[in-house]
């Protein structure tokens, strides 16, 4: 790593993705909100909790919904019930799987659950592929937007036809839903029309949304009441959990109205890019507010041009590349920072870096 | 539950036990000693996560130490990997630990571990409990304070012993110290002291300490090194624990030199329980800051007795009672709240007492 090229981004002013610095201002601007007497949450109970999970059933359409100290142990827990209803402990999910490549196993070692990787690597899966698969499985896990490919998307007819094949099979589905909100203005629904196609959503809250941490799980009543007892085995369970709940709501009522502005400047911000002589972005046209961009040069070179330019323009891009075949590449999440930008600087910037790269 | 009763503790000026309310002001106090700009942790990397680890390892006199979202979480992780080494996969401890009765039996659905309960419900066990054991174990779990039955601490000379006998029977020694800082007036040693007859140790920072939530897990380097494996497939490896962390350093600052006078406290205040003609507490002199009281009347009658008692003081003496055979008890733990309740109040309210019961 080229400790310059880090600092370059750290040290910008302004910046291409994000919503800002990981700093404890985050937690504080959202309890300033809440008065010091207020009463917290104690195991899961008590309105702090409570009326948030509600909240969050009601604006995904589901029954009941449970707050989680985080992704991982919410969806683990999804698939473990689903797989003890069937009987069936084998789930499908795409190569790049949050689950695959970031827990450690934990699905594997903790609940002895099989996967299969469905489709390949650099692509979403298709009807087809789960029409061809000769495994048994109790559910299909299906992640919105496709993060490790640049946040694709089915289209909302394939995403139709996949869930409703899997109605007929008797397959569950559970949706990846951590950056969920940013596919609603490429879908044009509600969520709740999305979460419809799905038996269990996860929803993260600080990915898009920028809260501190936390994740919710939802889903027929009797089936989240029970994620509460695998809750507390995993250690979920916390006496408190509200300063991640205070910090969830507070971020996702600022920035839920948002996404529909991310998504337009990732489509524009993308168009800069794929100017350039030397780069494109994966998709070509976002359907999020994400992208991956790639560069046909070695890593060191775009490490040092990049470098050059962010600190010539203060304004940081990215702070990591990471090789892949013919060049390198890196990701890119819209959030408040994009707009902080001045338009000249943003163009400027672009203009040398096509000269330099 | 007499609604009375409940509304007359909470209603309370004064409280016989702990720090105070349950309220966002615990976590706002803390967070106000930090500066906004402040860096926060990032999936378990960065001075705001390992500056505390490195500090808390120091404390309990072992190599590394790691931060955990819950006791319940470290805990299982901790009897799995001791497992894993020992290729025996069966765990000893007392019929109230905190794994048998209160996680949902995590550690048996999630790591398939079996358990041996040692001695009986209303004692501690002894070494000859351990040396009759006809099991093979891999690890043995002492929680000190035993907080199933009032806090009660085996001697110093019995504690060693039973460490020492499972040291020479490769048994490994796990420390469940949830309430560990509370056992140090008794012993009259330093925490490191008491870590070292352990293999492994876990500290709570809401129980005695008052904080938030977060538990600290601390062991040999390449142990503590694999947890961080295990906390991952826990989902426990949040991108930000600070605002536990942050609550769990603030509050054992400020009362980790205050146990022996919450020791001391206890055992007055035990005296004015056990010279009631109907209630006793268990053990009848503290060990700890803790205490359990037994009334030798029903349930109902307590409650009105209490309710009548704590209104006209208002000095909230317990929130709930539970029924034992010939009568009912509560648990008691002195915080700071003793400390601001007027003598004269706590005589006049015991000697009311005494008439009524």
Redesign the interface.
Known sequence: MNNNFVEAYRNATYKLDGHG????????DA?NT???????D?YGTGPMINDFEDKMADLLGKEKAVF???????Q?IALRMWCDKKKIYRVAYHPLCHLEIY????LK???HIETVLLGEEDRLFTIHDLKEMNNAISTLLIELPQRGIGGQLPTWQELKEITDYCKVKGIRTHLDGARLWETMPYYEKELKEICQLFDSVYVSF?KGIGG??GAILAGPESFMEESK??K?????????????I?SAEYYLDKRLDKMSIYYEQARELAQYFNKLNKAYTEPEVPVSNMFHVYFHDHKNKVEETLSNVMEKYSLGITPYLIEVEGGCKFELNIGDNYSEIPKERLNNCFSDLNKEL
């Open positions: 610095t990981y700093q404890v201002k985050i937690l504080k309890l809440i008065d010091s007497d207020t009463k917290i104690f989680f100290p985080s992704g991982t142990m919410a683990q827990e450690e196993d934990g070692e903790l609940h600080y501190v941490a007892i695998w507390r085995r995993h250690g979920g369970d916390l006496i408190s959990l509200y300063p991640y205070v």
